[in-house]
């Protein structure tokens, strides 16, 4: 009877091991899989062909070749994927702080859809300025950037809301929004109408002196509520507590030259050069492409200027899977250059992974849109597949 007491209790207690060590295994999986760093893991994303997102009335539609946009995939790591990329010579790993600047993760998102929008707006103006075709510039409405916390707006209005209206008042631009609060004293409310992804809605956010609160959040009168308000008097300065950023329409004297792009899901403003490539490509006569797969990145001002991005070898690896044969890079960049805060060495650190990876694609680094069509003018017709 002793023994077979002994012997149920050792059952017991290797059952209880066995149990004990499946579950820190399972503890140690979740640790890896789940559990988050401070982390974003950069890794090659793809490269999109620009000619079925851009559509230009009246367009010469030839292109034997292509132009194509490079992307990067950003993602949240884990313990495992912190390790994995750790390990891949083609990702790159960044701290969440130095990507999000104080940001939320929402507010950086909106930060990407608008600054894509905004390339695409600056790419229309270059290529127009490029072919000499006359053009103006038009509000079409403003887009909440972010809320401040503490402020009218917190929680009540977010980053990515389209502002329709303020009260009755149509909003098209910014000064809308501060016109419309003039009249308005503290602890009014006011209807602010939205469109929130694809549903549009009527929310109320009541008013409060934002130089009060300034005040009381950082012991000075200019702090950080930067929200529209009527901002007339230092004393009183009633408002929301938003950043906005104003969407603009480029509107071509003659319509037969209007632009539409449709990049989908696609964010980020490094697209801006090839968009213009691609839109100059369209307005004018001939193909520019000569039949050659042309990839590359950029961001680009309404004056063509083409300056410095983020995860460029990335992109040379996403260029050359899709077989690119020329990939335009921003050239090197200094300090103080391009509002940089430090030198950045894109030009380069393209020709150095071109190398590493061992591609035939050229890399032809450009500080304007006006480099980059020069040197397509005076390519040779591509005459070879491939």
Same mark, same amino acid.
């Given at each position: 009877m002793i023994d077979y007491r002994r012997r149920e209790r050792g059952k017991l207690l290797r059952l209880r091991g066995y149990l004990s060590a499946f579950l820190a295994l399972l503890a140690v999986l979740y640790a890896f899989y789940f559990i988050p760093v401070p982390y974003y893991i950069y890794k090659p994303g793809t490269a999109e062909e620009l000619k079925p997102m851009v559509q230009v009335a009246g367009a010469d539609t030839e292109e034997r070749g292509t132009f194509m946009l490079t992307t990067v995939t950003m993602a949240r790591s884990s313990v495992l994927s912190y390790l994995t990329a750790r390990l891949n010579p083609n990702a790159e790993l960044r701290k969440k702080k130095d990507v999000l600047r104080g940001s939320s993760e929402e507010e950086y998102s909106t930060r990407q859809e608008y600054v894509m929008i905004d390339s695409q707006s600056n790419a229309i103006q270059a290529a127009y300025k490029k072919a000499n075709i006359p053009y103006k510039i038009e509000s079409?409405?403003?887009?909440?950037? !972010?809320?401040?916390?503490?402020?009218?707006? =917190? +929680?009540?209005?977010?980053?990515? =809301? @389209?502002? $329709?209206? #303020?009260?009755?008042?149509? *909003?098209?631009?910014?000064? =809308? *929004?501060? %016109? %419309? $609060?003039?009249?308005?004293? %503290?602890? =009014?409310?006011?209807? *602010?109408?939205?469109? @929130?992804?694809?549903?549009?809605?009527? #929310?109320?956010?009541?008013?409060?002196?934002?130089? !009060?609160?300034?005040?009381? @959040? &950082?012991?000075?009168? &200019? +702090?950080?509520? &930067? +929200?529209? +308000?009527?901002?007339?008097?230092?004393?009183s300065r009633v408002g929301l507590g938003i950043s906005t950023a104003e969407l603009l329409r480029i509107v071509p004297e003659n319509g037969d030259h209007e632009v539409k792009i449709d990049a989908g899901e696609i964010g980020g403003p490094s697209a801006g050069l090839l968009f213009s490539l691609e839109i100059y490509n369209q307005l004018t006569p001939g193909d520019l492409t000569k039949g050659y797969r042309i990839a590359g990145t950029g961001t680009i001002d309404a004056d063509g200027n083409v300056c410095s991005i983020g995860g460029i070898r990335q992109k040379i690896v996403a260029a050359d899977r899709e077989k690119a044969d020329i990939f335009f890079a921003p050239v090197d960049r200094k300090k103080g250059e391009c509002n940089l805060t430090a030198d950045v060495p894109n030009a380069s650190d393209a020709a150095d992974q071109a190398h590493k990876i061992g591609t035939k694609m050229k890399v032809v680094p450009v500080a304007t849109m006006e480099q980059a069509v020069r040197y397509l003018e005076q390519l040779p017709e591509k005459t070879t597949a491939g």
């Open positions: 079409q409405g403003v887009l909440v950037m !972010a809320t401040v916390e503490g402020y009218p707006a =917190d +929680g009540i209005l977010h980053p990515g =809301d @389209r502002i $329709l209206k #303020v009260g009755e008042r149509t *909003i098209v631009k910014h000064a =809308d *929004i501060v %016109e %419309e $609060l003039k009249p308005h004293k %503290e602890g =009014d409310a006011v209807d *602010i109408t939205v469109q @929130r992804g694809k549903e549009e809605k009527t #929310v109320s956010v009541t008013l409060k002196d934002l130089n !009060a609160l300034d005040k009381a @959040r &950082n012991g000075q009168s &200019n +702090g950080p509520g &930067n +929200g529209a +308000g009527s901002g007339a008097a230092a004393e």
